[in-house]
Nanobody
Framework: QVQLQESGPGLVKPSQTLSLTCTVS??????????WSWIRQPPGKGLEWMGA???????YYSPSLKSRTSISRDTSKNQFTLQLSSVTPEDTAVYYC?????????????????????WGQGTQVTVSS
């Protein structure tokens, strides 16, 4: 089965760049037609989708984070990476990587529905001086 594992520093200083790596096993990040996504959950708050990289290498970001977020990949290592620049204490959260795909398309509403089927365990990142 597909397994994902987040890794990276658990403490980042304000104004610096948060960098996390997701290592994928049991499947390839180049397999069509999946997205490989980053999601975070601040303490006491809900899940926030940050962005994703498609199997083709195309990237997509949450509008609220686009200016600070960069997702890249290393296909030789079957890894993808999150970089979040200019961090503040509000970026403190548990960060997850996940596999995402289209679950359903509605002809009636012209709507696409997406969801994650595999998740990493998450890693705590604290922004503090």
């Amino acid at each position: 089965q597909v397994q994902l594992q987040e890794s990276g520093p658990g403490l980042v200083k304000p104004s610096q760049t948060l960098s996390l790596t997701c290592t994928v096993s049991g499947g390839y990040i180049t397999t069509s037609y999946y997205y490989w996504s980053w999601i975070r959950q601040p303490p006491g708050k809900g899940l926030e989708w940050m962005g994703a990289i498609f199997y083709s290498g195309s990237t997509y970001y949450s509008p609220s984070l686009k200016s600070r977020t960069s997702i890249s990949r290393d296909t030789s290592k079957n890894q993808f990476t999150l970089q979040l620049s200019s961090v503040t204490p509000e970026d403190t959260a548990v960060y997850y990587c996940a596999r995402e795909g289209m679950r359903y398309y509605s002809d009636y509403g012209g709507m696409y529905y997406y969801g994650m089927d595999y998740w990493g365990q998450g890693t705590q990142v604290t922004v503090s001086s």
